[in-house]
C-alpha cells in the first residue's frame, strides 16, 4: 500500500486498526504520521483520544494497555509510535497485533531501517496490519521528484535549477522538501525557480559548485576547474571535499558504465544521462576529452584522493590543497 492509497483512505475516514510503516526514507513515513497526529482527530477529541510514544522511552506495556484502552467520548482513539526501531522489546507487542481493538488506530513509524524479516512478529505484522515499505528515492528519478514537488506548490523550475538542487542536497527528501517550500515562500510573484533564486535562498553559488566543476572538468577548462576550487576554499561549507569527491565520481562512473552497454549509440547516452540535456552534455565532453582509459584514470585519482581526505596516505593536506592537485593529474 503506497503513501497516496493510505491518506486517500484516511481522508474519507476509512482506517485499519493497525499500521506498520517502516523503510530508509524518512520523508513519507513522517507525512503520514504527521496527519495521523495532526488530523485524524478532530481538536476537540484529540486531547483526549491521541497518545503518542517515542520508542526509546516506550514500554511495550504502556503501549499495549494504551491501545486496549477505549477511547473517550468518541468512536476511536489515535496511538502512535514515533522512531519505534530504539524501542526495546517491540516484539512483545505481538499479542496485540493478534488481536486489536476495532476502536483503535494504533500506527507504528519503524524508521531508516527494517524489522529483521526472521522474527515471528515481522510475519503477524505482514499478516495483520497496514504495511508500507518507504523506499530510498531512485537517482534516475530525483529530477522527476524536485519537479513534481515544485508544481504542486504551483510553481515551474528550470533544469540546471533543478540539478543545482540535487548535486547539492542529493537524495535526502525531507531536506529538499523543505528548501523547496523556503524558495516558494519568498518567489512572491514570479512563478519559475531558477538559479537565481538558488543561489539566494539556498545559498548555492550558481557558478562555483560542483556541478560547474563536472563541467569545467569535462571540457578540460582548469582555468575554471581552479576558480571554483577557489571559491570552495573561500566558502568551506560551499563544497566540501569529502562531498565532493563522491559527487564527481558518482557522475564520471555513470559515464564509464556506458562503455559497458552493448548499445552505445547516443539515445543509450541520452537514456543512461536520464534524458537530462546538461548532463549529457557533460558526458559527452568526458568521453570526448578522455575516453575510456582517460575515464578510468579520473576515477582512480578520484578514489586516490578520497583516501587522502579521510588521513589515508596523507597528513592534513587541506582538502582545497588536495582538490587542486588532483584536477591538474586529471587534466594534463
Sequence with gaps: MGVEKILSAWKKNKFSPLYWFEGEEDYYIDILVNYAENQMLPASEASFNLTVFYGKDADWAAVMNACRRYPMFAEKQVVIIKEAQFMKDIDKLEPYFLAPLASTIFIVAYKSKKLDKRLRFYKTIQAKAEYFYSQKIREDKLQEWIKEMVNERGYDITTKAALLL???????????????????????????????????????????????????????????????????????????????????????????????????????????????PVAIAQAKGIIKNYGYPGIERLLLLLHHYNLKSIGIGDTGTPGPVLMKEMLIKMMV
Excluded at 173 to 185: D, G, H, P, Q, T
Excluded at 194 to 202: F, P, R
Excluded at 208 to 230: P, Q, S
Aim: hydrophobic share 40%; proline share 3%; charged share 25%.
Design 166 to 276: 540535487e548535486e547539492h542536497i542529493g537524495n535526502d527528501l525531507c531536506r529538499m522538501a523543505n528548501e523547496i517550500e523556503k524558495i516558494s515562500v519568498n518567489l512572491k510573484n514570479k512563478k519559475t525557480i531558477t538559479e537565481d533564486e538558488i543561489e539566494l535562498y539556498i545559498g548555492i553559488s550558481k557558478e562555483y559548485n560542483i556541478f560547474e566543476l563536472l563541467g569545467a572538468i569535462a571540457i578540460k577548462d582548469m582555468a575554471k576547474a581552479i576558480k571554483i576550487v577557489k571559491y570552495f576554499e573561500a566558502n568551506p561549507k560551499a563544497a566540501p571535499l569529502q562531498a565532493a569527491l563522491p559527487a564527481l565520481y558518482s557522475s564520471i562512473s555513470r559515464v564509464y558504465g556506458f562503455y559497458g552497454q552493448q548499445d552505445q549509440s547516443e539515445s543509450a547516452l541520452k537514456q543512461m544521462m536520464f534524458h537530462n
